[in-house]
């Protein structure tokens, strides 16, 4: 082992890359991906559903960013995604800072959840709903709209309708378009080929 500082820090620097990248993953799935929380949700378990496209909770949830508590800053993704999860760099703040913990209710409030649940099993049963609505949909519609609202969320407007247009002249080329208008018309559920 080196006890040179620099070589130290660069062997840190590519372990916590390899960690992050690990959690990136979840953001980066073509599908969309619906989180359940539940119990104690500190620490990796915000990291990785920051991650997710969607999150819900049970009404006894807890939730805190503890790092502050354990002597450094938060380095999987919480901090960085947090923010625009909630849209409130106060709050944000808030929480991070203080390792406060926090309940459901005001994870609902600030919006880092969609939907509080009465326990666990409500809420798997609502996130598996969820998921399963979702993927009644034209996979080609679903990954398109994950992957503009991904790439709009940190863009000027402009970029995301310009991205949203060659993006859709591609896609909007897909039987999946037909399918569902008629499927409409015809008071039945379409179907949808795989990706």
């Known amino acids: 082992p080196t006890t040179d500082g620099a070589r130290t820090a660069n062997a840190l620097r590519r372990h916590i890359i390899s960690f992050q990248s690990c959690i990136s993953a979840v953001e980066a799935c073509e599908k969309p991906v619906v989180a359940a929380l539940h119990g104690i949700s500190y620490g990796l378990a915000l990291d990785l559903s920051l991650a997710c496209d969607i999150r819900v909770a049970a009404a006894r949830t807890s939730f805190s960013v503890k790092e502050v508590d354990v002597g450094l800053a938060a380095d999987i993704g919480t901090l960085s995604r947090l923010p625009r999860a909630v849209g409130s760099a106060s709050w944000a703040k808030d929480v991070c800072l203080s390792a406060r913990v926090f309940g459901a209710d005001e994870a609902l409030r600030v919006g880092l959840v969609s939907g509080v649940y009465a326990d666990k099993a409500e809420t798997l049963k609502a996130a598996v709903g969820l998921a399963a609505l979702i993927a009644s949909k034209s996979p080609v519609a679903t990954m398109g709209t994950k992957e503009i609202l991904n790439f709009s ?13 060659i993006w859709n002249a591609a896609m909007l080329q897909t039987k999946d378009v037909r399918d569902a208008m008629l499927s409409g018309l015809q008071k039945r559920k379409p179907t949808f080929e795989k990706l």
């Open 153 to 165: 969320r940190d863009r000027p407007i402009e970029d995301g309708l310009r991205y949203t247009a």
